[in-house]
T-cell receptor, first 116, second 116 residues
Framework: EAGVTQFPSHSVIEKGQTVTLRCDPISGHDNLYWYRRVMGKEIKFLLHFVKESKQDESGMPNNRFLAERTGGTYSTLKVQPAELEDSGVYFC??????????????FGNGTRLTVT | AQSVTQLGSHVSVSEGALVLLRCNYS??????LFWYVQYPNQGLQLLLKYTSAATLVKGINGFEAEFKKSETSFHLTKPSAHMSDAAEYFC??????????????FGKGTHLIIQP
């Protein structure tokens, strides 16, 4: 079974530019999450998709961040325009449908975003 | 609201020595607790989880953790450290058993350093 894959693994952009991160969850996983870890801080929840619907986006920092999951498969996270404080590692995770104690999150390797 | 505190951003032990990584949590409901590990350049991998079935939880790679409600703790231990255990470890709490569907609140992480 292929794991959660994220593209790109690293991205370096200038302040004011746009960046789009992509996440391909494990096939069949309805739940898809985005998390972010700013250097030295906790891994923080950004949002949760169930299929193509946003279940919870309470962790999105501001309206410069836009997440989509058209068709309920892969997801993108766009930052426009990027600011210095957006630098960090963005993790995607997925889990099977429903709510089960036997369904932990499966994480991707993350995308390291550096805004200069 | 829930939170996680991991004592010590870095813990150093000798190879063969006991590993103890501390985690304290707060939760308004009975919690579900997790330990994740991140090896260099990899994603987060589930080590073990507590979902109320047993207070002593055994995980992969010889790790185990004990849930102590009176101390609101979920410390991670391993009797004998191995060089391959060098990684960053994250404690996390969820208010639902899903972990996945309910999302996670993470601690800041602890780097485990193994001295030869």
């Amino acid at each position: 079974e292929a794991g959660v894959t994220q593209f790109p693994s690293h991205s370096v952009i200038e302040k004011g530019q746009t960046v789009t991160l992509r996440c391909d969850p494990i096939s069949g996983h309805d739940n898809l999450y985005w998390y972010r870890r700013v250097m030295g801080k906790e891994i923080k929840f950004l949002l949760h998709f169930v299929k193509e619907s946003k279940q919870d986006e309470s962790g999105m920092p501001n309206n410069r961040f836009l997440a989509e999951r058209t068709g309920g498969t892969y997801s993108t996270l766009k930052v426009q325009p990027a600011e210095l404080e957006d630098s960090g590692v963005y993790f995607c995770a997925s889990s099977p449908p429903g709510r089960s104690s036997n369904s932990p999150l499966h994480f991707g390797n993350g995308t390291r975003l550096t805004v200069t | 609201a829930q939170s996680v505190t991991q004592l010590g951003s870095h813990v150093s032990v000798s190879e063969g020595a006991l590993v103890l990584l501390r985690c304290n949590y707060s939760s308004s409901v009975p919690p579900y607790l997790f330990w994740y590990v991140q090896y260099p350049n990899q994603g987060l991998q589930l080590l073990l989880k507590y979902t109320s079935a047993a207070t002593l939880v055994k995980g992969i790679n010889g790790f185990e953790a004990e849930f102590k409600k009176s101390e609101t703790s979920f410390h991670l231990t391993k009797p004998s450290a191995h060089m391959s255990d060098a990684a960053e470890y994250f404690c996390a709490v969820s208010e639902g058993s899903g972990g996945g569907a309910d999302g996670l609140t993470f601690g800041k992480g602890t780097h485990l350093i193994i001295q030869p």
